[in-house]
């Protein structure tokens, strides 16, 4: 089973920045991607960022193009996210995503989600 844990949420004062982590853990797996996808209140689930383990491409929302980068550290299984000039809208429970294969079989796997508050 993949865990994954995420960390680095707060409260965040106006332009101000945050950089949450998140790590995949937990037997033997290979990692596809991994991504963020944040939840405000009273909104639907968003894709914010994504990267591609193999490539490195990578996918930002709209919302967040220009204030939010993406990125990866293979060796550790783990992605970040800095994100600058937070704004109240990026205000959300920010969750992390790994889309990863166990003996061969792919599956989503997802962290339990760090708050972020501007």
């Known amino acids: 089973q993949v865990e994954v844990v995420e960390s680095g949420g707060g409260t965040v004062q106006a332009g101000g920045s945050l950089r949450l982590s998140c790590a995949a853990s937990g037997g033997t797996f290979s990692v596809y991607s991994m991504g963020w996808v944040r939840q405000g209140p009273g909104k639907d689930r968003e894709l914010v960022a994504r990267?591609?383990?193999?490539?490195?491409?990578?996918f930002y929302g709209d919302s967040v193009k220009g204030r939010f980068t993406i990125s990866r550290d293979n060796a550790k299984d783990a992605v970040y996210l800095q994100m600058n000039s937070l704004h109240p809208g990026d205000t959300a429970v920010y969750y992390c995503m790994t889309y990863a294969a166990v003996d061969g079989r792919g599956s989503e796997y997802w962290g339990q989600g760090t708050q972020v508050t501007r």
């Open positions: 990267i591609n383990w193999y490539g490195g491409s990578t």
